[in-house]
């Protein structure tokens, strides 16, 4: 069955230094990847997908994430980090049907920005 | 263009009572769906829809039903609410092929009393 593990809750960094928000996945076949952001009392909103191609993945307001399959890791970075980045992130996997856009989201990691 | 939109924004009901959550897309996706937001369980999918006229059930459906009429609504029905049910609801949308991202709308939050 295909699943994410998100394994911190949160994260913390200070204004300006490198963040990096962690996701490791189970799949069978190949992997489907997302990354969606939730700013408080808001809906989600998708930063970026790994499909195939290059395994580093360029995404919205600056954030790119690493697909690595030996470690079956996606992680999540961005170089400076900023107040405005303050929010919880979802990592996502596609499900087990190839014709359908089905995800399983992971249970969340918020990262708290530092001034 | 207003995407996805959902009603009501939030909801207090008492236990028992029937309550429909309203979801709306002017995109024209193929696909849509419904989850539950819990804190520290992330997002589950309670019911999803690969295209008008079919529906499908999620990861926790018990307790909802939905209907896809046409491709733009998709209500969410509790028919007979309970308090486990308290929780922030969430649609969205895609397109439905299989590598797409979905959008979402922006939630109702909804107490059982």
């Known amino acids: 069955a295909q699943s994410v593990a998100q394994p911190e809750d949160q994260v913390n960094v200070a204004e300006g230094n490198p963040l990096t928000v962690k996701c490791t996945y189970s799949v069978s076949g190949n992997p489907y990847l997302f990354w969606y952001v939730q700013y408080p009392n808001r809906g989600l909103q998708f930063l970026l997908k790994y499909i195939t191609g290059d395994n580093l993945v360029k995404g919205s307001y600056g954030f790119e994430a690493e697909f690595n399959k030996s470690q079956t890791s996606f992680h999540l970075k961005k170089p400076s980090a900023l107040v405005s980045d303050s929010a919880l992130y979802f990592c996502a996997v596609r499900g087990e049907s190839y014709n359908t856009d089905k995800l399983i989201f992971g249970t969340g990691t918020r990262l708290q920005v530092f001034p | 263009i207003a995407g996805i939109t959902q009603a009501p924004t939030s909801q207090i009901l008492a236990a028992g009572r029937r309550m429909t959550l309203r979801c709306t897309q002017d995109m024209r996706h193929n696909a849509m769906y419904w989850y539950r937001q819990d804190l520290g369980l992330g997002l589950r999918l309670i019911h999803y829809?690969?295209?008008?006229?079919?529906?499908g059930k999620g990861e926790v459906p018990d307790g909802y039903s939905v209907s896809r009429a046409n491709t733009d609504d998709f209500p969410l029905t509790l028919a007979s609410a309970v308090p486990s049910q308290t929780s922030v609801y969430f649609c969205a949308s895609s397109v439905g092929q299989g590598s797409n991202e979905q959008f979402f709308g922006p939630g109702t939050r909804l107490t059982v009393l």
């Open positions: 829809s690969n295209t008008a006229g079919t529906t």
